[in-house]
């Protein structure tokens, strides 16, 4: 029997401890802690290694998304298009700005169904947000199309998706923004909070830079009503020693789920399917089944540790009860909801225990 943990973020840190620890103990030493040298050397890597113009490094992905709409000068009375099946922090995005969330279901691959998009439009529709959700890249020519055709924004929630491609563009440079998140569970994560913007217009790039910073360019002179959304000098000095790993981070995590696809076969088990013409970096390997709660149990049983992204869809949760939405308003997102369950996948994880997961769920009857 072997303990397999869904996600386990230690083997990243002690496969890069010595590099991790000095890069620590610099910034310590340094006497500078929140926005500095590292985080202004963090942002140009970052931009670089997206192939985006600038980026802003911020406190959250939430906060990311929040001020990527302010900015965009989206709010009260204001209609965003977003897919329903989507973690909620994309939706708080749009509604801490008093925007509406106007929800699409998914298409088969989890990411917003773009023939679904154009009905959706209406005359108070401003933008469209993309979830690439669980690292696997949304195909974006329609829906940038779309986005010119009737002038949104567009903006992509790329908190799951960091170094995934569509046609070898990555994600996160084909809006106005790309939202970005360093929580420690992401694919390039931090040791704590983080998050930061990819945008291409220099004039938004300076925007962020004001806006995360009480509003204020030079300081104490405030030119508007900003927030605190600092990236500090720790977290962005050890994302550089990781983001210099991230490709090969990622090409054990597609390796991973390789082996996965190919060794997996149980007819009652579904397997996660990726759009032509992107590359994938598996944030999570979701897999879909009918009679999930007994799966889930059976490989409790076996000590393999599974997670549910994500058990209430938005529309449904709580906190958005106010939307009216009632249950059945979106079939295909609710059906994901009860059916979804993503199974461990990390960094540093053995062959092993690849092959002692691969051959439980194929025993599963
Ligand atoms: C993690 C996540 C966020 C929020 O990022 P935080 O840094 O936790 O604020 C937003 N959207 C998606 C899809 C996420 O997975």
Redesign the pocket.
């Known amino acids: 029997m072997m303990n397999i943990m869904q996600n386990r973020m230690d083997r990243v840190f002690f496969r890069y401890q010595e590099e991790f620890e000095k890069k620590a103990l610099d910034v310590l030493r340094s006497g500078w802690y929140v926005l500095g040298r590292e985080v202004r050397a963090f942002e140009e890597e970052f931009a670089g290694y997206t192939g985006g113009k600038y980026c802003v490094g911020l406190a ?3 906060d990311a ?1 929040w001020i990527a709409f302010r900015l965009l000068g989206i709010g009260k009375g204001d209609e965003v298009i977003v897919q329903g099946n ?2 909620i ?2 939706v708080m995005g749009i509604t801490m700005n008093g925007a509406t969330p106007v929800f699409v279901e998914p298409d088969r691959y989890f990411g917003i169904d773009a023939d679904k998009i154009e009905d959706k439009i209406t005359d108070k529709t401003k933008a469209v947000l993309v ?1 690439h ?1 669980y690292g696997i890249a949304t195909p974006m020519d329609k829906i940038a199309a779309l986005c010119r055709k009737y002038k949104l924004k567009l903006v992509e ?1 790329c ?2 998706s960091h170094g995934a491609c569509y046609n070898g563009q990555m994600t996160g440079t084909f809006g106005d923004v790309g939202c970005f ?1 360093f ?1 420690p569970s ?1 694919n390039l994560g931090g040791f704590g ?1 983080g ?1 930061a913007v990819v945008v291409g217009d220099e004039q938004l790039a300076s925007e962020f830079r004001v806006f995360r910073n009480y509003g204020s360019e030079k300081r104490y002179y405030n030119k508007v009503v900003g927030a605190n959304s600092r990236l500090d000098e720790l977290q962005a000095g050890l994302l550089r020693v990781r983001l210099r790993h991230l490709d090969e981070l990622t090409a054990e995590r597609i390796r991973i789920a390789q082996r996965y696809s190919s060794g997996i076969r149980n007819p009652k088990i579904r397997l996660p399917q990726t759009p032509d013409h992107t590359k994938c970096v598996w944030h999570q390997y979701v897999i879909r089944c009918e009679e999930r709660e007994r799966l889930t149990a059976y490989l409790d049983e076996k000590e393999i540790g599974t997670i549910i992204h994500y058990p209430i869809p938005p529309h449904l949760s709580e906190a958005y009860r106010y939307l009216g939405h009632p249950e059945g308003f979106l079939p295909v997102t609710e059906h994901l909801a009860r059916t979804v369950l993503s199974i461990p996948i990390y960094n540093g994880m053995t062959d092993e225990e690849q092959d002692y997961v691969i051959d439980a769920l194929n025993e599963f009857q």
Request: hydrophobic share 35%; proline share 0%; aromatic share 12%.
């Open positions: 959250s992905g939430l998304l989507t973690y922090a994309s979830v959700l929630d908190a799951q998140s929580y992401k909070d998050g």
